[in-house]
């Protein structure tokens, strides 16, 4: 099994093994992955593997999904997995987070206050669920496309498509400087607050100045 379909392994089977944990251990497991979600593509990465070996250690022996784990990170994925294994497992995980919505967390694990305001003024933009994205022919997997998690499920900014629901030609390229995939939080704060470039927000000129836009974010990008 590659890991991309361990990850969709674990993902599709959350209710079950939220049932079968002490609840203790349930309530560690949420903040990794709302580290999973919002983190650089390392540390996501190893707060992944830090979930799999809280499932692992929490299920009884015996247990089904214990042993797949088991089997899986015994058979070589554990170490250093190449770019595209960790980028393709991430986007796995970071398209099925929606399914955490319907899981409440534990009382008493709750963002600090002012960085859950900022995100959800980030999360008030007109947006699209992933349903709403596929009915229109789109996919909310798509690389390098921008996604807010949130309690209700991930949404995706509504600025990224055209009126025909086509994604627009410079937003994967302007996401795929700004890191979209591994930082959405840090993206979506460029893309809706004023830039001094542009004299706008970018969000609002992305269809219109495509190419102003793009040079913008690799303004951005060179100042580190």
Known sequence: MRPPDLARYVMERLDEIRDALDPAIWAQLLPLFDQIAVESEENAEAAWYDL????QLGLPRGHEIRRTITEELSGGYRGPAADTEIAATLDVLRAMLPDLARISPPEGIEPDDEIRQ????LRATPSLTPDELR????????PDLLRLPGPG???IPAFQFGPDGTELPAVRAVNEILAAGRDPWGAAHWWLRGNALL????????AGRPGDVIEAAQALREEY
């Open 199 to 206: 004299g706008d927000i970018p969000a609002s000129l992305v």
């Open 52 to 55: 799999l070996e809280l499932i």
């Open 135 to 142: 009915a229109r022919g789109g996919d909310p997997a798509a």
């Open 153 to 155: 499920g991930v949404t």
């Open 118 to 121: 900022a995100r959800d003024r």
